[in-house]
């Protein structure tokens, strides 16, 4: 029986017109998928395998990604690498040979533009340089803020080692609800998110000698926001030095925001990257994954592979095919080590993907769009990026917001092919069609400030005193209509007046490092007297999704366990009952494991849980418990999410003021329930407009919580035979 099939073909790309031919080619392939060339010969005899149920995808190489070396250069050997010391690992970084060059340019610019190739040191090097020059001196601390919580911590825990202190003493990082910082801390690596919610204690950020915003391509909501705020106090302290760091893209329009601030560019140091496409589009990108690593694995030299996938879900769904198809090989293939890299992952098994690959095996690491530019994880030779990513996206004019897994940009594509080559002259596997690319890929992903809410960027500049929001100095503005309805959302919450003043209320609820309606809730708790029960929602509600597992070969204990924690109501008063139960278990592993419950994520949320409480003070709410009367817990739950409700019509659910179709999702509590009315956390679309997280409410209470948003009309109900009545019931309930 003959190997099994090296679908790669390997051609030269040729003149314009070859390139033309082929993008054709690829599209007429579209009619033809090509599955498993069975006569095939491999290419690496040493490889030899056969890979009998497995399919295999055929790709077509149609370009190269420039490189700035010679592609006959050998690969770096990881181990040896790691064997030299940390210092020699440092000198050897593309920054090092500039290091005078930049701290001179530092000093004699406030503001400098940096721009440099992904693993060029940028992140890890830059902040240390600086402090070795002195900048820290009189406790002055630098700030450098990334747009993912991952990455904050990686750098930070890497940037200690090279310096052989403590996590925490002079480096440390500070992230959403966990901060590895003390009073010794002079580098901070943080989250955008937490810098910017360090001009609400330290408008001016007087204790800050530098800032440095990196990853400015990422063009995250927060970065663009503080690309405004750290302009305007640059003007007025000119000892304060502002950096921004940013992969090969967009350096001029940031000089240009900048005032003409000068870019300086640290020479690339990258291999050319063959690219390949698919001969036909693949309808299951996962699967189409899963063969083509397989592929990649039996047919190719050694090298890891690192592949692009979209989130945690899929990211563990991958993982779990590729494992299970490995241990069916056996000792057919080499040892192929699977690792996952996802925001949620803990820091232990983060760690591990930076570990060097054992001799004889190959690596292949599935992370999210967070090793696009912001880990650089040595020794990937292989990419392998089907071309999508989850994407948040927002219709002001409906105020949905939801998360899709849509296509990625150029841009972006050509970012992930970059990763191959690294370390020697690598390959990129797309697994779409080189006309796909062409016709169907924007050229850049747009800022997220286009394609967001803005409730929580609008308070915390109102809380900043920033009043006139329209012209304010944004490097993109926001569409109009979004910033007025985020305006119009925070009066209906009370947080603004009616003249777009902060009002007492709303200053409470930008203190809370959440959601403006996550705070209004905490917020409400106090009127319901249940701020115990309302503080484990909201922690619950902040740690994602991520409660229950369900292990493939025990699916049916799992759900069962999962349905054993249903209470009338809705998945709140679930997620209530899982936490409540889990702290009697003492807060037990044992106790989650039995139950089929993420111990870490139920840790993360009592950690959040913790925060949240030490806060209560802050903004003047007590602790008290509803005595298991949920009414008050869900009326609480109302008077935050009142924006969030639908109703059960003929032809299914629709938003209360939008009339938009929505979906209950089905793994939902109240999934087979179909209450009429209900009010959800979140939106998520994937085949459908799905509601996540949803809790059964009564339509009188909206008129209830939120009188000003709600008329009585709009809530009257044709299937029902009576009114809910509204006068005299509400007012006995508000005591
Ligand atoms: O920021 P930039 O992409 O320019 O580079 P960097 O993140 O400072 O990375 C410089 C070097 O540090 C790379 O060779 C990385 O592999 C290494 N690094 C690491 O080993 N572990 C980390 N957690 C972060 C970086
Ligand atoms: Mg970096």
């Given amino acids: 029986q003959p190997a099994r099939a090296v679908d790669v073909v390997e051609e030269e790309s040729g003149a314009p017109g070859e390139e033309q031919r082929r993008w054709e080619e690829a599209r007429l392939g579209a009619a033809s998928l090509k599955f498993g060339a069975r006569d095939a010969t491999p290419q690496e005899p040493e490889y030899q395998l056969v890979l009998e149920e497995e399919e295999t995808i055929e790709f077509v190489r149609a370009t190269q990604l420039q490189g700035d070396e010679e592609p006959s250069a050998p690969p770096v050997p ?11 690992v440092r000198r050897s970084l593309p920054v090092f040979p500039f290091r005078e060059e930049l701290l001179a340019a530092i000093a004699n610019h406030q503001v400098l533009i940096i721009e440099g190739e992904t693993g060029s040191g940028k992140t890890t090097q830059i902040p240390q340089y600086l402090f070795e020059e002195g900048y820290t001196k009189k406790s002055m601390k630098i700030a450098c803020t990334q747009p993912r919580r991952v990455a904050a911590m990686s750098v930070a825990a890497r940037v200690a080692r090279e310096m052989g202190v403590k996590l925490g003493n002079e480096v440390g990082y500070s992230i959403r609800f966990e901060d590895c ?12 998110g937490m810098l910017l919610r360090e001009f609400l204690s330290e408008p001016d950020l007087a204790s800050y000698r530098v800032v440095m915003v990196d990853e400015a391509h990422e063009r995250t909501l927060h970065t663009d926001i503080l690309f405004g705020l750290i302009k305007d106090v640059a003007r007025f302290r000119p000892e304060l030095k502002v950096l921004v760091a940013s992969a090969t893209l967009d350096t001029a329009r940031f000089s240009t925001f900048f005032d003409d601030a000068p870019v300086f560019r640290i020479p690339g140091r990258r291999f050319p990257v063959d690219i390949f496409y698919t001969k036909a589009p693949e309808a299951d990108y996962l699967e189409a994954c899963v063969v083509s690593v397989l592929q990649i694995h039996v047919t190719q030299p050694p090298g890891d592979i690192l592949v692009f996938l979209t989130g945690q879900e899929e990211i563990e769904a991958a993982c779990e095919m590729l494992q299970d198809r490995c241990r069916r090989l056996g000792s057919k293939i080499r040892e192929l080590l699977v690792l996952p890299i996802y925001a949620n ?21 599935v992370a999210t769009n967070i090793a696009e530019t ?24 409906t105020g949905m917001e939801s998360l899709t897994v849509t296509p990625c940009s150029k841009a972006s594509a050509n970012q992930r092919a970059g990763r191959a080559g690294r370390v020697a002259a690598g390959k990129c596997f ?12 924007e050229e850049t992903t747009v800022p997220e400030i286009q394609r967001t809410s803005l409730g929580n960027v609008v308070l915390l500049l109102k809380s900043l005193g920033i009043h006139d929001l329209m ?10 209509e979004t910033l007025l309805l985020a305006l119009e959302q925070l009066y209906a919450l009370g947080a603004l007046n009616h003249l777009g003043e902060l009002t007492t209320s709303g200053r409470k609820m930008a203190e809370l490092p959440v959601d403006p309606m996550l705070s209004k809730m905490i917020l409400a708790s106090e009127k319901y007297s249940c701020s115990e029960e309302i503080l484990t929602v909201a922690a619950m509600l902040s740690v994602n999704n991520s409660i229950f597992y369900r292990p493939k070969d025990k699916v049916v204990h799992a759900d069962n366990a999962r349905v054993n924690f249903f209470l009338p109501g809705g998945d709140h008063l679930v997620l209530l009952n899982v ?10 592993s044992q106790w989650c494991y039995e139950n089929f419950v993420q111990f870490r994520s139920m840790r993360r949320a009592r950690d959040v849980r913790e925060q949240l409480e030490g806060l209560l003070e802050r903004v003047e709410v007590g602790l008290s418990s509803c005595q298991g009367d949920y009414i008050r817990v869900r009326k609480a739950i109302t008077a935050g999410y009142f924006y969030h409700t639908a109703r059960l019509t003929r032809s299914g659910y629709r938003t209360v003021k939008q009339q938009q179709t929505v979906f209950i999702h089905p793994n939902s509590s109240l999934f087979e329930e179909q209450p009429r009315w209900l009010l959800y956390h979140e939106l998520v679309l994937t085949t459908k407009e799905f509601m996540r997280q949803v809790l059964e409410i009564e339509s009188s209470w909206l008129l209830e919580v939120a009188p000003h948003y709600y008329k009585a009309k709009e809530l009257e109900d044709p299937h029902a035979k009576k009114m809910p009545k509204k006068t005299g019931k509400t007012r006995e309930e508000l005591g």
Wanted: glycine share 4%; net charge neutral; proline share 9%.
């Fill in 430 to 441: 797309r697994l779409y069609t080189a006309w796909a690319y062409q016709h169907e890929l």
């Fill in 78 to 88: 990881n181990q040896a690498q790691q064997k030299e010391s940390i210092q020699a």
């Fill in 471 to 480: 012209h304010f100095d944004f490097l993109d503005p926001p569409p109009y």
């Fill in 181 to 192: 910082t003390s009073e010794r801390t002079v580098l901070r690596y943080m989250t955008d």
């Fill in 345 to 365: 992952l803990p820091s232990d098994m983060q760690a591990r993907i930076f570990q060097p690959t054992p001799p004889g095996a190959r690596k292949v690491v």
């Fill in 579 to 588: 936490y409540t139960q889990w702290a009697e278990s003492g807060y037990s």
């Fill in 374 to 397: 912001s880990l650089t994880i040595e020794g990937i030779i292989y990419v392998l990026d089907p071309g999508f990513c989850k994407q948040k996206s927002y219709n002001p004019r």
